[in-house]
C-alpha cells in the first residue's frame, strides 16, 4: 500500500473484510429472523435482551486476539517459529482459563443480571435459558477467534473466511429445522449457534494440524510462556477496552428499552440487527484507512497517509449517502424480515426509528473514518476516549429522550453521541497534522543553526 493507486488499494483490501464481517453478523441475524418469523414477538424479544451480554463478551475476546495476532506477525515475519507457536500456545490456554470465568460468571448471574436490565418477567424466563446455552459456546468464539488471528498473521485471510461462512450457511439449515420442522424452541436456536462456533473453530485447527507445520503443536507446548502472556494482554488489553465500550454502553440503552414493553424489544432487536449490517462496510473501511495508514506511516510516506486518509473519507462519504437513501426506504419490509404477519405494532415502532436514524448513517461514516486513522497511528488511547464519549453521551440522552419521546429517543442519542465524538477527535488530527508539519521545519532550522556556529 506504499505505492500505486489509493482508492484502489483501500477499496481491494475493504472489500474481503466486509465479505467476512457480513458472515460473522449472520449468525444473529440468522437467529432472529427465525426466531422472530416463526416463533413470535416474545422470543424475539427475548433472543433481543440477551445479544448485549454475548456481544460483551465477544468483543473482549475479539480485543485479546488482535493483541496476540500482532505478537504472532512479528514473530512470523521474523522467522521465529519456536517464539510463534508459544505465542499461540499461550493465547489458547489464557481462552480456556477466560472461558471458565464468562461460562460460571454467566451461569450464576443470569437471573439477577436480566432483573437489573429490567427484561419483563413472562420472557425471563426463555431469555435465561437462552443465554445460559449460548454462553457454552464461549471457548470455541475464543479458540476460532484465536485460530483465525494465527492463520491471518502469516498472511492466510481467506481459510477463516471459508470456515465461516459454511458454518453461517449450517447454521441458518440448523435453525430452521430445528424450530421450523420440529418445533423445538427458541433454546434450539442457541445450540445449532454453539453447534456452528464449535464446528469452525474444529475446522481452523484441523486445516493448521494438516497444511500449516509453523503453527502446529506439540503436547509438550502447550503451556503458557508469562512473558508472553503480560505482552498479549498489554496489546489487546486497550483494544479490548475500547471495543467493550460499546456493548457495555448498549447495555444501559437495552435497560431503558426495556420499560417501553415487549413490541419495543422486540423491534429493538430487530433495529439492532439491521443497524449492523448499516454500518459494517463504515467498519470495515476504517479498517481499510488503519492498514494503509499503518504501512505508509512506517515507511516514512507522510503525504501519502494525509491522501490516503482524505481518500478514505471520501469512500466513507459515498458509503454513508447510500445506506442513509437504502435505510429510508427500506424501513418497512426490512423490519418485516424479523416478524411474522399481524405484527405491525413492531414494525410501526421499527420503522419510525429509522425514518430518523436514516438520516444520521453518515455520522458514525466519518467516525469511522476517524477512529481507522487514529488506529494507524497507534494512538490508540485517543480511539478509547473517543469512543467512551460517544457512548456515554449516547447512553445519557437515551436515559432522558426515550421516557418522553419513545425508542425515537435512541436515534437522537445516538446522534449526539457521534457528533459529540467528532468534536473531540476532529481537532486532535489538525493538531497532530500541525505538528507534524512544523516538524521538518523545525529539523531544517535546527541544522542551519548547526551549519552557522
Not at 500500500?1 to 472489500?15: C, D, F, K, S, V
Not at 448471574?109 to 437489573?116: G, I, N
Not at 484441523?206 to 507446548?221: D, G, N, T, V
Not at 449517502?321 to 421499527?350: D, H, N, W, Y
Request: with cysteine.
Amino acid at each position: 500500500m506504499t505505492q500505486g493507486n489509493i482508492p484502489r488499494h483501500l477499496t481491494a483490501y475493504a472489500i474481503p473484510l466486509i465479505l467476512g464481517n457480513l458472515f460473522q453478523l449472520t449468525y444473529n441475524a440468522v437467529d432472529s429472523m427465525i426466531v422472530g418469523r416463526l416463533i413470535g414477538k416474545e422470543a424475539l424479544a427475548a433472543v433481543g435482551t440477551v445479544s448485549p451480554v454475548m456481544n460483551l463478551i465477544v468483543l473482549g475476546v475479539s480485543g485479546l486476539c488482535v493483541g496476540a495476532s500482532v505478537l504472532m506477525s512479528g514473530f512470523y515475519g521474523g522467522g521465529q517459529e519456536e517464539q510463534l507457536k508459544k505465542e499461540l500456545a499461550t493465547t489458547l490456554l489464557c481462552g480456556v482459563w477466560f472461558s471458565v470465568f464468562a461460562i460460571l460468571a454467566g451461569l450464576f448471574a443470569a437471573q439477577p443480571l436480566l432483573r437489573l436490565l429490567a427484561v419483563p418477567e413472562d420472557i425471563r424466563g426463555v431469555a435465561g435459558a437462552y443465554l445460559r446455552v449460548v454462553l457454552m459456546g464461549i471457548p470455541f468464539t475464543f479458540f476460532y477467534n484465536a485460530l483465525s488471528s494465527a492463520l491471518k498473521s502469516i498472511g492466510d485471510s481467506q481459510t477463516p473466511l471459508k470456515f465461516l461462512a459454511l458454518c453461517s450457511v449450517l447454521n441458518g439449515v440448523a435453525d430452521y429445522v430445528l424450530i421450523g420442522v420440529f418445533r423445538l424452541g427458541v433454546v434450539s436456536s442457541a445450540a445449532a449457534t454453539v453447534a456452528a462456533q464449535a464446528l469452525s473453530a474444529i475446522l481452523c485447527a484441523f486445516y493448521i494440524r494438516r497444511h500449516i507445520p509453523a503453527l502446529r503443536l506439540e503436547a509438550r507446548q502447550l503451556r503458557i510462556d508469562r512473558a508472553l502472556l503480560g505482552q498479549t494482554l498489554r496489546y489487546g488489553g486497550t483494544t479490548a477496552l475500547q471495543q467493550s465500550c460499546q456493548p457495555i454502553g448498549k447495555l444501559m440503552i437495552q435497560g431503558v428499552v426495556n420499560t417501553l414493553g415487549v413490541d419495543a424489544i422486540a423491534a429493538f432487536n430487530a433495529i439492532g440487527r439491521i443497524d449492523d449490517y448499516a454500518c459494517l462496510p463504515e467498519q470495515s473501511i476504517s479498517q481499510s484507512i488503519t492498514t494503509f495508514i499503518a504501512q505508509n506511516d512506517g515507511a516514512g510516506e507522510r503525504g501519502r497517509i494525509h491522501r490516503g486518509f482524505r481518500a478514505g473519507l471520501l469512500l466513507e462519504f459515498f458509503y454513508g449517502v447510500f445506506i442513509c437513501c437504502a435505510i429510508f426506504l427500506l424501513r418497512a419490509p426490512a423490519m418485516r424480515l424479523f416478524v411474522t404477519r399481524g405484527q405491525e405494532s413492531v414494525v410501526a415502532l421499527g420503522s419510525d426509528y429509522f425514518r430518523v436514524m436514516a438520516a444520521f448513517y453518515i455520522l458514525p461514516a466519518f467516525t469511522n473514518g476517524v477512529q481507522g486513522y487514529f488506529r494507524g497511528k497507534k494512538h490508540m488511547r485517543t480511539m478509547l476516549l473517543g469512543t467512551f464519549t460517544q457512548i456515554s453521551l449516547r447512553a445519557l440522552f437515551t436515559a432522558i429522550l426515550v421516557p418522553r419521546i419513545g425508542l425515537v429517543g435512541v436515534a437522537w442519542a445516538s446522534a449526539i453521541g457521534w457528533c459529540a465524538m467528532l468534536l473531540e477527535e476532529v481537532p486532535y488530527y489538525i493538531y497532530l497534522k500541525r505538528r507534524e508539519k512544523a516538524l521538518p521545519a523545525a529539523g531544517a532550522a535546527q541544522k542551519e543553526a548547526a551549519r552557522e556556529s
